[in-house]
């Protein structure tokens, strides 16, 4: 059976995302499930582990900051600077959570876009 070759044009980027995205990254997903058992948050490959997610989250919201791409472009560096003081003073007044500060700083940068527009 061969396949449409309109459909297998319309559906080879889908298995380019399959296979060199999602498949290569699920296997480390899982092998790190295994393999964290019997650890506790307080032992010194988690806390290492936690570093360095700290660090290249950092090293990301640093890049969209200095010299973003797309749309994040038009958006005043002040504004930028704005909505990543938003998200660590949210993160500090509410338990250091990780996601409260990505919430709040999308949120002020979101607006002010919004509002400059």
């Known amino acids: 059976m061969t396949l449409d070759p309109a459909l297998a044009d319309a559906l080879w980027p889908y298995f380019v995302v399959l296979f060199a995205g999602f498949l290569p990254s699920e296997i480390w997903r899982w092998s790190a499930v295994f393999l964290s058992r019997g650890f506790t948050d307080q032992d010194e490959v ?8 700290g660090a290249l989250l950092t090293s990301v919201v ?3 900051l200095i010299s973003p791409s ?7 560096l ?23 500060a990505i ?3 999308e949120a002020v940068l ?3 876009a919004w509002l400059l527009r």
């Open 78 to 100: 002040s504004l930028r600077i704005g909505a990543l003081v938003a998200g660590v003073a949210a993160s500090l007044l509410l338990k250091r959570s990780t996601m409260v």
């Open 46 to 53: 988690i806390i290492w582990v936690r570093c360095v997610s």
């Open 70 to 76: 797309g749309a994040l472009t038009a958006v005043p």
């Open 103 to 105: 919430l709040a700083g």
């Open 110 to 112: 979101l607006t002010g």
């Open 62 to 64: 640093a890049k969209l």
